[in-house]
């Protein structure tokens, strides 16, 4: 990878490691899947009238992705996440990682080497006891929808791999067009006051959409599907396990949670997991003049 794809795999999780911050304020304003349905909606009409059209053979893909990223992966992720708490569903989602590396292997043939496994181990440690945080523990219910959250991730991931390279903005625009329908009746069917919620949300929450929208969502997607585009998912899916260091951060700068030396030592192994699955490559392009 180069330094500035590296810049950008490492920003990925730092902002939507504070997304958890704004996810967790804006479903205390409206229900879970409706306002993933705003976030949605809101991306894909500033998306769909600037960019092309998926072709006939990327109109499958696109709608598979848009099922295993949008529906099932945010759908089960923001009812988790607004059953649990932010710190939990950082740690549980960090099985994308693992998960997709393992996808990759039979899916991509992208065998992993020995040190990307290693660095994911190493990294993968770190969400364990960050997990063992008093506190972390939480009932089965939102753990569970987290963690089915992380397997549809890492399923979107390598879809996106396979079947692209894709136009990042058209993928993420049209995605999340055809994702609106999806939650909007999962919403419909399971919660209550969708409306109600536009009337009483303060400021806060609709800032917290804000920010899903354009940094978490749009920004962040973008750069993630670029980055998908030009390297191989056993490069870019180690720096994910980065992001419970950031949400865990930014936990304890807006929400008022506590550091503690558990958090320094799960935090400092994923960071330390997240550079080795990048030492190899180094080596090799500096004897190669890759």
Partial sequence: MSAIQIVCAVAVPLLWGYQFVAIKVGVA?????????????AIALLLVPFVKRPTR??????????????GLNFGLFYVGLGLGSGSMSAVA???ATPFTVLLAWPLLAERPSLTTSAGVALAFAGAVVLAA??????????????IGAAFAFAVSNVLTKRY?????????GWSSLLTVPQV???SLLLEYGQL???????????????????IGGIVGFGLWFWLIARCSMSRVAPFGLL????????SVLFLGDEVTPKLIVGGLLAISGVAMTQIRPVIRAAYTGV
């Fill in 133 to 146: 945080e008093p506190g972390l523990s939480a009932r089965p219910l939102p753990l569970l929808l987290v």
């Fill in 184 to 186: 909007l009746l999962m």
């Fill in 29 to 41: 304003e409206f229900p879970p899947l409706f306002f993933l349905a705003l976030r949605f909606l």
């Fill in 93 to 95: 989602y960090q099985l």
């Fill in 57 to 70: 053979r990327q109109l499958g893909p696109v709608i598979a992705i848009s099922i295993f990223l949008g």
């Fill in 196 to 214: 109600a919620s536009l009337a009483s949300a303060d400021g806060r929450g609709w800032l917290a959409l804000a920010y899903t929208i354009f």
């Fill in 164 to 172: 692209g390279p894709f136009d990042p903005l058209m993928l993420m």
């Fill in 243 to 250: 992001l419970p260091v950031f949400a865990l951060m930014s």
